[in-house]
């Protein structure tokens, strides 16, 4: 397994190890979502919503002046639409409620969210998903691709805090 971190709250793992394809990313900040509050227009669980939704964010306004990464709230949703399998897990100590929601198939099915109890000291955010290899005619994630994942970790702190199961 290779974990790269940046310290700054952001880890990525891409497990090998069992040759999964299989990458998670982790939100180290200890920051949950508010998974457990309905949306009040569109009757589904927050997470549901960022995750499984086209359309559904707030950064339309091209006037505004922005320091975000995203556009248009894209990113995890192309990442959804991409994967064969793409799993949202948050925690929210505050509720000590745990949600997890898988979706398969492009984003075509999903599951009905689990929610279980947590602790209230646990509050985190885990994505893991598994990249439609053949939309991008590979067999497997190949050594480029990797290397660009890891130099985007590296690009969204500054610098490179640790990696472990790799050499320096």
Partial sequence: MLIWGNGLGFKMMIDRVLELGMLRIDDEKKAGLEAFMIHHE??????ELIFGHLLTSSNYDDAEKKTTGGRNG????????FS?????????GKRQRKYKQVFSN????????????????????????????????????????????????IDLGGCLRYCEGEAQ
């Avoid at 894209?74 to 639409?81: E, S, V």
């Avoid at 064969?84 to 929210?92: G, K, Q, R």
């Fill in 84 to 92: 064969t399998e793409f799993v949202i897990e948050t925690a929210d």
């Fill in 74 to 81: 894209y990113g995890a949703k192309l990442t959804n639409i």
């Fill in 42 to 47: 569109e009757g589904v669980y927050v997470p």
């Fill in 106 to 153: 492009n984003m075509g099915k999903k599951s009905e969210p689990i929610i279980t109890k947590c602790k209230a000291s646990e509050n985190w955010t885990k994505v893991s998903f598994k990249p439609d290899l053949a939309k991008f005619n590979m067999e497997q994630l190949e050594a480029d691709v990797v290397a660009l994942m890891r130099k985007r970790v």
